[in-house]
């Protein structure tokens, strides 16, 4: 595996460059050499905290590695935190980094092929909303994600993540937080979406999932829900976390040869 650190992926005015950190298959591209499948990977932490560097932690260091010997390369993004910029900063900023997968890729010496997103939470979210929304990728790994922030709890709390994310409370901005939610733009065409969830988790209700997953199935997408027996945010409780790494894995793979 070859690791680019702190590759920049776009430039904000006014702001600090987005970088995100590419690992790479061990191999030298040549001319009509096999495209490379990448995971555009969007880290979790309520839209306010968090990092490329740090994958979820019940997954450790092994997690990105494990991404590439199962032949995909990988970006791990960086994106405005809403204590920075509120909505629709993120989104941008992850529609801006599938965009520009390819030509970072081609920079590095390796050919882009089939591009997907895979998020954890908050990460999940973003994924999400960026391929229902215009960007343009094959498939979507997204586990235990806000689908819907008008149904999230407290929806008239300034404190919460959703408010600070969207800037105000869902309950007084409810179209910008209907427009800021996923199954909002359920679709046909959509990716392919593998939705995980925890059966437990009381961070972020399993009804998102739930629900999603029925909604992007009833207007002729196609969704697959696993919900993970007695598992929490962040796989908390999960009895083999790394056999839902592996899960996801293998449903992108199905995406990359069908």
Not at 159 to 188: K, M, N, Q, W, Y
Not at 199 to 210: R, Y
Not at 219 to 243: I, M, N, Y
Request: cysteine-free; overall charge negative; glycine content about 10%.
């Amino acid at each position: 595996m070859r690791r680019f650190d702190g590759v920049e992926y776009a430039v904000i005015p006014g702001f600090r460059p987005l970088e995100l950190d590419l690992y790479l298959p061990d191999t030298v591209s040549a001319p009509g050499a096999v495209e490379v499948p990448v995971i555009v990977h969007v880290h979790g932490g309520g839209w306010r905290r968090g990092s490329r560097r740090h994958p979820l932690p019940r997954l450790g260091e092994d997690f990105y590695p494990a991404m590439v010997r199962e032949g995909f390369a990988v970006a791990a993004i960086d994106y405005r935190l809403s204590g920075e910029a509120t909505y629709p900063a993120a989104a941008d900023d992850v529609r801006a980094a599938v965009a520009a997968v390819a030509e970072v890729m081609a920079a590095h010496g390796v050919g882009a092929g089939k591009v997907f997103l895979w998020g954890d939470s908050a990460g999940a979210h973003l994924a999400l909303l960026a391929a229902l929304t215009g960007s343009a990728v094959a498939g979507v790994v997204a586990w235990f994600p806000v689908t819907d922030l008008t149904a999230m709890p407290d929806p008239v709390d300034p404190g919460t993540r959703e408010a600070l994310f969207l800037g105000a409370p869902a309950a007084e901005i409810p179209d910008l937080a209907r427009e800021a939610s996923p199954i909002s733009h359920v679709r046909a065409d959509a990716p392919p979406v593998l939705v995980m969830h925890g059966d437990s988790d009381t961070m972020v209700p399993t009804a998102q999932s739930v629900d999603f997953a029925a909604a992007l199935t009833a207007a002729g997408g196609s969704a697959q829900l696993v919900l993970v027996p007695g598992a929490s945010h962040f796989w908390d409780g999960a009895a083999d976390v790394t056999a839902l790494h592996r899960r996801s894995l293998a449903f992108l793979r199905t995406l990359v040869t069908p």
